[in-house]
């Protein structure tokens, strides 16, 4: 769905339908007083005081009812503006009118509308009518503290939308719906991925068999890919001395990010939130020629960053995190072709998962920010240019944006539009120049001389855990065979006479590898099939007197009715060209 802050109409629409909304509560609550109420990303929300009242949803349908009775008298929506005095006196018997309007500049324009017998204190704009907002829903309540205080009253929180017309909102209304049947926190519930448990904390999830069958499979998944490509896969500590991010400067731009320094004994230690310092310590370890290069140190690697408790959200935002992480040292005249290497990466590892929507950023410096930005005009222009060449060289469509580039360098991210909200950041490569220089990296160059090596940040899944919420909303938790934590569920039709050979049949599965449930519970086999759908595994076998006599399979595809019978040789064809495929 559009942004409506970003549309200029839809926002309009939205302002107005808080005030429409405010002042059917106020028809319902004559002594409801009013806060804020903001146009958000999706529709528009309005905080109140309702004198001790705590909404239901008997009373949204009250307030709905009112709103659609005010809409339709189609009163218009008149502007004034008026004097900070005037509107003192106005909104005198309101505390929180009073409050905003105390907080306006000697000289700024204030502002209210009215419609009927309701006026608001607001900036607007506003749509012509109340008329215009017929099309809406109110979605749901909530509790919010006045300014966010917790130590303030809490006021009564009423979100809603509204759109243009019937079919729009009804569209609107039904991508909601498939929202909460896609969200990963209740399908990584249902098929018990992962937990969260407040003994734990919160952003620190649990990652459960089921789960941890997945996200090793990607690791294996793109080790493989790595391995291929040369790279050399290490493991470090997830905590570092405050000096080692001193050293790298990440403790001058990224300290707000970290959790608390510890002190053990005489060192003062941090749970890392990044892998690079680690990493340059790997490539010091021992002298390198130019022969040498590029060196491409790979890790999954857990971090560690602060997020506000109020942000964390199951897999998706986290404190506790695994990045698919890599570090390439390169010289200057192999930064073209490495860069150009991980953007093809990406672009395969995309083109595996039926990734198609997404668009490349490169986050450039703001040559004005010179406390941001470490000092080189020549470095920069050099790096940025070099990352240009690549995306032209490619074809690939990509968008400059200013300002967002990392201290030490330019970056490309990749902003994939998921099944479920907003763009996500999936993968990133940046490059660096000020770090070698930091921790004093060499390499020895053909004329004999040290030259300082240059390096590229990349991750391409980003975090395994953001990757993992991704994936799980993309599918609605209908994962491919290859990633399923179980692959396949064998059932004899009948325990009595078909079990033996069931078994026969589960035991050549086990061996070969493949993640597989023999499912001999005495109950009938349509519960079972039933339930075999339910759990959304891939492949359900069905073995009978039929099967066992011609010693063959029977199986259904999930969302299939159509049952395929075939021999062993031709099932476990099937199975192998299914995972070799990704499909």
């Known amino acids: 769905m559009e942004n409506m802050k970003e549309n200029e109409y839809l926002s309009k629409l ?52 009112e709103m659609k009775k005010i809409s339709k008298d189609g009163k218009r929506i008149i502007r004034e503006e008026i004097s900070k005095e005037e509107a003192l006196e106005k ?16 000289g700024e324009v204030i502002s209210c509308y009215s419609q009927g017998d309701f006026t608001d204190l607001c900036r607007g704009p506003h749509v012509e009518s109340v008329k215009e907002c017929k099309h809406f829903k109110l979605l749901k309540f909530s509790g919010s503290y006045y300014k966010g205080d917790p130590k303030n009253k809490v006021l009564q929180r009423i979100y809603g939308v509204c759109l243009p017309s019937e079919e729009e909102l009804s569209q609107y209304l039904e991508e909601l719906e498939d929202r909460k049947l896609r969200d990963h926190r209740k399908i990584g519930k249902e098929q018990e991925l992962f937990m969260n448990h407040e003994l734990v ?54 300290k707000e990010n970290m959790f608390p320094k510890m002190q053990v004994d005489d060192e003062e230690f941090v749970l890392r939130p990044m892998n690079c310092p680690h990493h340059m310590l790997v490539y010091k370890n021992k002298p390198h020629s130019y022969r040498d290069l590029p ?30 992480d890599a570090h390439l040292f390169v010289t200057k005249e192999q930064i073209k072709e490495e860069f150009q290497k991980v953007v093809r990466l990406i672009l395969d590892v995309y083109q595996d998962f039926g990734i198609k929507n997404y668009k490349f950023r490169l986050s ?5 920010d010179k406390e941001k930005y470490f000092d080189d005009d020549e470095m920069w222009d050099n790096a940025e240019n070099k990352l240009r060449e690549v995306l032209n060289d490619l074809k690939v469509d990509y968008f400059e944006a200013i300002g967002e580039a990392a201290f030490y360098g330019p970056k490309l991210d990749v902003e994939v539009k998921p099944a479920v909200g ?64 179980t692959q396949i569920n064998v059932i004899p039709v009948n325990n009595e006479y078909h079990l033996e050979y069931a078994k026969e049949i589960f035991d050549l599965l086990q061996d070969l590898g493949y993640r597989v449930k023999l499912d001999s519970r005495e109950e009938k086999l349509s519960y079972k099939m039933r339930e075999s759908v339910i759990q959304k595994i891939p492949v359900t076998v069905i073995l009978g007197q039929k099967e066992m006599d011609s010693s063959s399979i029977s199986y259904r595809v999930y969302g299939s009715e159509e049952t395929i019978t075939v021999s062993k040789e031709e099932f476990l064809n099937y199975l192998k060209e299914r995972i070799e495929k990704k499909n």
């Open 201 to 254: 904390g919160a952003g620190m999830p649990l990652w459960l068999p089921n789960g941890a069958i997945i996200r090793k499979e990607l690791e294996n998944y793109i080790y493989e890919k790595e391995k291929k490509l040369g790279y050399l896969h290490v493991y470090t500590p997830c905590v570092g001395t405050v000096n080692l991010y001193k050293t790298s400067g990440h403790w001058d731009h990224y």
């Open 364 to 368: 450039l410096r703001d040559k004005n």
């Open 295 to 324: 060196i491409r140190i790979g890790e999954f690697a857990t971090d560690f960053r602060y997020e506000a408790s109020g942000a964390v959200k199951g897999l998706e935002r986290v404190r506790c995190m695994c990045q698919n």
């Open 91 to 106: 909104f005198k018997n309101d505390p929180y009118k009073i409050d905003l309007i105390e907080n306006f500049k000697e």
């Open 14 to 65: 939205n302002h107005s339908c808080a005030h429409l909304m405010a002042q059917a509560v106020k028809h319902i609550y004559p002594n409801a007083l009013f806060w804020v109420g903001p146009v958000i990303e999706e529709g528009f929300y309005y905080d109140m005081d309702l004198g001790g009242v705590t909404l239901t949803e008997e009373d949204l349908e009250k307030i709905s009812k």
């Open 422 to 485: 907003p763009d996500v950041t999936l993968s990133t490569c940046q490059l660096d120049f000020l770090l070698p220089r930091r921790f004093d990296l060499t390499y020895i160059d053909s004329n004999g001389e040290k030259q300082v090596p240059v390096v590229l940040h990349r991750a391409i899944f980003g975090t395994f855990d953001r990757f993992t919420a991704f994936l799980i909303e993309e599918v609605k938790g209908i994962f491919p065979l290859w990633l399923s934590p």
